[in-house]
């Protein structure tokens, strides 16, 4: 097995959210209708208040589970200071809770550039006075949780640290100005990272806004271990052409987990109400088979769902706008939000975080890295683990067919010489045909899974050549 961080799309049993409310209440709603609520709260004394107006909003308590954990100024946004999801070489799993002091620093462009505390007006980050508490949430979490607990000795802000669940990490370079700040330099930072994570592929691109959080989730997203998102700004921002030369220059450049280029695919966005900002329709959630993405009142909002679902066939997409004038309980307790809730770089990614299952069954498939001729098979290898320990109920299948065609042909994969590792040959094709294809695996543990995940709705494909 691989030591590695889980990626955004695996097997999760649950999110969790921050009490008081920093999310609308209708996404309350949906996430307990489809996963297990998550509630972290400053003392148990909350829970019964809690209870109380998740009821009023239907909201079965069944679904529901409330985690105590030290609340600093940053409770609501658990992508940063909550806890990473590691998978260890024997199969072991554990919370990873980054170092986090000093809050989330603000920085202007630039690859030598100051930070400064996150307020409305620029302050040297020398000024902050956190409490500290947001740095001790992740252990709460996974004490709370039954899990054992890493802490990592370097700052590892989850809203800048996406990842494959292969080999590859992506960030923006505030993140190496963070870790500069206490102390550790960028090769020194890397090295900790691949040790503590075994994670050795890590792109670093340019920050993209003038004083913002910079993190990358507000601009892209990986969306398996092939391809990332990025969103393309309006052509009359003054920042077009930065975020467009990150993605020529820089992503265009990098590699992914199998030494090749990152499938870059787009999204637009446009101008939202505060000036010159814009619609972060990246910093949604990938949770389990359903994809939850911030709206806005505008209009781009239906052509961001539509290109949500052009990019992931297969998964249920659901938009939620966030306006506290409309929220029945409790809306901006904490006094840090305008009359809209989703800020352009604090959105519903930033304000939650799967729990992901440690007993997860991991199935990942292979696909062409180039053209598949018509007088060959393609070859299609899949790792499955089992991390239940558990074992696999039969041999991996693979499912196959032409595209015309209603009816999948089902193969049983044989294993190969590399552990974990199982294949199967889908047979030759005459030129032009469109193939499609998944795996499907189980275990006695009563998992089953595919890939890709949303598998039969969802599937992989090439064209013959």
């Known amino acids: 097995m691989k030591r590695r961080l889980a990626a955004e799309w695996e097997p999760a049993i649950g999110v969790m959210v921050a009490w008081p409310p920093v ?11 489809d996963t297990t609520l998550h509630i972290l709260i400053s003392d148990a004394s909350v829970e019964a208040g809690a209870r109380k107006t998740l009821g009023r909003w239907g909201i079965d308590q069944d679904a529901v589970r409330f985690v105590v954990v030290p609340q600093g100024e940053d409770c609501g946004w658990p992508r940063d200071w909550g806890p990473h999801a590691l998978f260890t070489e024997d199969g072991g799993f554990a919370m990873v809770g980054p170092t986090y002091l000093y809050s989330t620093p603000f920085c202007n462009i630039g690859h030598d550039v100051p930070l400064f505390c996150a307020d409305d007006e620029p302050h040297p980050l020398d000024d902050f006075e956190g409490d500290g508490l947001d740095d001790k949430a992740a252990e709460a979490i996974a004490k709370g949780l039954g899990y054992d607990f890493v802490k990592a000795p370097f700052a590892f802000t989850g809203g800048n640290v996406l990842n494959d669940g292969v080999n590859s990490i992506i960030s923006t370079e505030v993140l190496t100005f963070e870790n500069r700040y206490i102390g550790i330099e960028k090769e020194d930072y890397f090295s900790q990272v691949a040790k503590l994570t075994g994670m050795t592929n890590y792109t670093i691109l340019s920050d993209y806004e003038d004083f913002s959080l910079n993190h990358i989730d507000c601009l892209a997203k990986p969306l398996d271990d092939r391809r990332i998102l990025v969103l393309r700004y309006p052509a009359d921002h003054p920042h077009h052409q930065l975020v467009e030369d990150i993605v020529n220059k820089e ?16 999204m637009d966005t446009n101008y939202i109400h505060r000036e010159g900002a814009v619609a972060a329709y990246a910093n949604s959630l990938i949770l389990n088979k359903t994809i939850y993405v911030p709206q806005y009142s505008i209009d781009q909002d239906r052509i961001a769902l539509e290109q949500w679902r052009e990019a992931m066939p297969g998964y249920v997409v659901k938009g939620f706008e966030y306006k506290l004038a409309d929220e029945p309980d409790s809306p901006n307790e ?19 975080r799967a729990i992901w299952d440690p007993e997860m069954l991991y199935v990942r498939a292979s696909r062409p890295f180039g053209p598949v001729f018509s007088d060959q098979s393609y070859r299609v ?40 590792v ?6 030759a094709c005459v030129s032009g045909t469109s193939v499609e294809y998944y795996v499907s695996a189980a275990d006695e543990s009563g998992r089953s899974e595919c890939a890709p995940r949303v598998a039969p709705d969802g599937f992989y494909s090439y064209i013959v050549q």
């Not at 199982?422 to 047979?427: G, L, Q, R, V």
């Open 23 to 33: 999310i609308p209440h209708t996404l309350f709603v949906e996430l307990a209708k």
């Open 251 to 266: 992503l265009a450049s990098a590699i992914n987990s199998y030494g090749q280029p990152w499938e870059i695919v787009r």
């Open 334 to 352: 904490r006094g840090i939000y305008e009359y809209i809730g989703w800020d352009p770089g604090d959105v519903l990614h930033c304000r939650t």
């Open 381 to 420: 290898d899949a790792t499955v683990i089992a991390y239940s320990g558990k074992a696999l109920k039969g041999a991996p299948e693979l499912f196959w067919r032409e595209s015309e065609k209603s009816d999948w042909a089902k193969i049983e994969m044989t294993p190969s010489a590399t552990h974990e």
């Open 422 to 427: 199982w294949f199967a040959d889908i047979p």
